[in-house]
């Protein structure tokens, strides 16, 4: 039996929003040697796209996951030099462009999360619907896994973690079995985690919202990989790269990442001007232009195609000026 990790990329990935993200960048995409930069590149969908949609860009992408990285080199081998993959994490990006002679870029695509790759692995322990080790690491080749934050952590800091990154509300009650299971031995598997927190929920929780598991889930892989302090970094950092008229689409898929993503595009977005000027200085323009209303759904028939598609979350901006200094 052909199981899904045996599958080509292509076969495993639904890109998610494809077409609007190519409508969304194409303006800024069809002038001759122009660079694209997929900061998330995972299995390559995309990136695929993009080369095939503009056949005169460049494209740069990056990942921290070197299985993804090389499975989408795989998939992107026809395009040869036109794609240069890099293993780096997305705040990496102005060392990434200063190490590639790039001064500025055309578009920016940011696909957040968790890839499907990484869900449909097993041994990943991003899923919590399948036993497996409890690592969640996108680069399994660096810092602490999802057991060490949960077996070494004190239980104030676990309590943090759950209720800002999962947004649980019974944050303390999970902590607290947690505590008291890891006294007596590790826990090291998806499965006894998620037993555990049926245990702590009272019934009522567990029969609304899905599976009990999932925020704890999100809360450990956002811990584990710094998501949220890595993405507040990273979307200046990709803006500051952008040149006039270039653009930026970013797919979120929970509120903490979309809230961070339309903090920062709306102060771009905003005059900086003193109030009560009569005329508005240069430097005090907005450097953005918003090209979503709010944030973008998937329609109902992509997510009854993919039901990965069934959060996310779409913004878009357009950067009109320079920064004056």
């Known amino acids: 039996m052909t199981t899904s990790n045996d599958r080509p990329p292509e076969a495993r990935h ?5 077409q609007r993200c190519l409508d969304l960048l194409g ?10 930069v997929d900061c998330t590149l995972g299995l390559g969908g995309h990136s695929e796209a993009l080369l095939a949609t503009f056949p005169s860009i460049r494209l740069v992408a990056l990942d921290r996951d070197p299985v993804a990285l090389r499975l989408a080199g795989q998939r992107l081998a026809p395009y040869g ?3 240069t993959l890099v293993h780096a994490v997305y705040d990496e990006l102005p060392a990434v462009l200063a ?13 957040l999360g968790v890839s499907s790759m990484q869900l449909d692995e ?29 077996n070494t952590y004190p239980p104030g800091d676990l309590v943090r973690v759950l209720r800002h990154y999962g947004e649980e509300r019974f944050a303390r009650r999970i902590v607290d079995a947690v505590v008291r299971e890891r ?18 929920l009272p019934q009522a929780a567990m029969r609304t919202g899905g599976n009990p598991a999932k925020r704890t889930f999100q809360a450990l892989r956002i811990e584990v990989n710094g998501e949220l302090a890595t993405l507040e970094r990273a979307v200046p950092a990709a803006l500051d790269a952008l040149r006039v008229g270039g653009r930026i689409v970013v797919l979120s898929y ?6 961070l993503v339309k903090r920062v595009l709306a102060e771009g977005a905003e005059t900086t001007a003193p109030a009560g000027l009569p005329v508005v200085p240069e430097q005090y323009q907005p450097r953005l232009r918003l090209l979503t209303r709010g944030a973008e759904l998937p329609t109902a028939e992509e997510i009854a195609e993919n039901r990965r598609a069934a959060p996310a979350r779409l913004r878009a901006a357009e950067r009109v000026r320079e920064a004056v200094r």
Do not use: W
């Open 122 to 150: 097993a041994d990943r322990g991003f899923a919590y619907a399948q036993d497996a080790p409890l690592d969640m690491r996108m680069d399994q080749s660096a810092g602490p896994s999802a057991a060490d934050v949960l």
């Open 99 to 111: 190490g590639l002679g790039v001064t500025r870029v055309a578009g920016v695509l940011f696909d």
């Open 183 to 200: 006294a007596r031995e590790p826990i090291t598997t998806s499965a006894r985690l998620v037993a555990l927190i049926r245990e702590a």
């Open 81 to 83: 030099d036109r794609a």
């Open 14 to 18: 639904r890109p998610v929003l494809l």
């Open 254 to 259: 929970h509120s903490l990442e979309d809230r």
């Open 27 to 36: 303006p800024a995409l069809h002038a001759s040697g122009a660079v694209a």
